[in-house]
């Protein structure tokens, strides 16, 4: 992994660039988020392109499309950041297309979670820290802590170093630097040359959607990749949407993660609940279980 540096961040005043990586835009979901997304972002102006309309089935237009657009998107030195409309599906298959090293070298400031996972961290090992933060279209369903962080980052005012609350599961406290997110796709990313190398990291993962006996198989191909035994904590934030908390879901954590020697912290506000406090990929972070606590961006402090 190439040394890692925090991008330009946005200036008051700097265009704001929407794009879509993944699943095809849902008209209204959008539209909503754009006038939250116009609301938080102040005194910038937002660019937002014909092509996010572009459709190829459940996809936001084909696979050529959406990559040169988020290439043109984020090599383009008068934007003040690169916002995901929303995840979905099909950030992955942009990646072979995509000029990893010049995207990282441009230094444009990316915000994205869920499928955008795939994209956030061999972002990370060409050597450019982004954000693990709000879609579009989740903004209208934010808390106030996590809208203030979002405008925050909008505003130029990077929310970090920041200190997320959880509750302790294990024992013991770490550093590394800070990789992970959607659980399912750094699944699909294990074994392609986009995996992010997890040897002394803290890795962090949320999920959405899942039965807990899925759950439970995507912890244990972690565990037999080696995944669990090289990080250095594990930081756990929401598994579902905020709606209907299923506490089977817990219990597969308690199971899969409790029995690790590293310190482990779940019930953290990131993921696509409400709370999804925006977290610096690649950046230096501090896991504390005794406190609960998971401390973000403590190389920008």
Known sequence: MHPVRPPRW????????????????????????????????????????DVLWAKDDYLAGDDRQRADHLQSLMTDP?????????GGFGTSRLLPRLA?????????????????TALLNPLAAAGLMSVHGPVVTQLPRLDDPSREAY????????????????????????RGRLLGG?????????????????????????EVNEEPYRLDRLFT??????????????????????????????EVVRRRLGGLDQPVVVG??????????????GAAAELDAAAGTLLVGADLG
């Open 100 to 116: 990893m090293a010049r995207l990282a070298a441009a230094g444009v400031c990316l915000v994205g979670f869920s499928d955008l």
């Open 78 to 86: 008068a934007l003040g950041a690169v916002l995901c409309a929303r």
């Open 151 to 174: 405008a925050a980052l909008l505003a130029g005012r990077p929310p970090w170093p920041a200190r997320l609350r959880g509750q302790g599961l294990t024992r013991g406290r770490a």
């Open 10 to 49: 946005p200036k008051p005043g700097a265009p704001l660039a929407v794009a879509a990586p993944a699943g095809a835009l849902p008209h209204r979901e959008f539209q909503a988020g754009l006038e939250v997304l116009a609301e938080l972002a102040g005194p910038s102006p937002l660019r937002v392109d």
């Open 182 to 206: 959607n659980l399912t796709l750094l699944c699909h990313l294990l074994g392609t040359p986009y995996f992010p190398d997890p040897a002394g990291a803290i890795w962090f993962i949320e």
């Open 268 to 281: 953290l506000p990131f993921g696509h609940g409400p709370a999804n406090r925006p977290l610096l990929v």
């Open 221 to 250: 191909q972690m565990e037999l990749a080696g995944v669990l035994a090289a990080v250095t904590g594990v930081a756990v934030g929401r598994l579902g949407d905020g709606r209907d908390h299923d506490p089977s879901l817990d």
